[in-house]
């Protein structure tokens, strides 16, 4: 059973930047295909980025392109989103999740929630205002 542990949410200044990790406590990351989400209160939840198993390939929301950066180090289980020049939006929770993909090397940004089998329990960041 794969778990996954996020951190790095806090309260931050507009402009300033944060970086989010997601880590396995137990089996490895290689095999996953790796999304992050966000939620606001409110709101449907919304995919943010996403890497492939291999890290070859990711893909991002308009909304964040250019801004949020996706990576990953299997050797140690985690994955990173890097979230630069933040504006003030209404909190959101953050979250990842992990696949195992129909095929090598696969992920997208429009793939919904239910196409990951696993989730944390996501860290909190806030902009504020």
């Known amino acids: 059973q794969l778990q996954l542990v996020e951190s790095g949410g806090g309260l931050v200044q507009p402009g300033e930047s944060l970086r989010l990790s997601c880590a396995s406590s137990g089996l490895t990351l290689n095999y996953y295909t790796i999304g992050w989400f966000r939620q606001a209160p409110g709101k449907e939840r919304e995919g943010v980025s996403c890497i492939a198993d291999s890290g070859s390939r990711t893909n991002y929301a308009d909304s964040v392109r250019g801004r949020f950066t996706i990576s990953r180090d299997n050797s140690k289980k985690t994955v990173y989103l890097q979230l630069n020049s933040l504006i003030p939006v209404h909190p959101a929770v953050y979250s990842c999740?992990?696949?195992?993909?129909?095929?090598?090397?696969?992920?997208?940004?429009?793939?919904?929630?239910?196409?990951?089998?696993?989730w944390g329990q996501g860290p909190h960041v806030t902009v504020s205002t």
């Open positions: 999740a992990a696949v195992s993909p129909p095929s090598a090397g696969f992920c997208t940004v429009a793939a919904t929630p239910r196409w990951y089998d696993y």
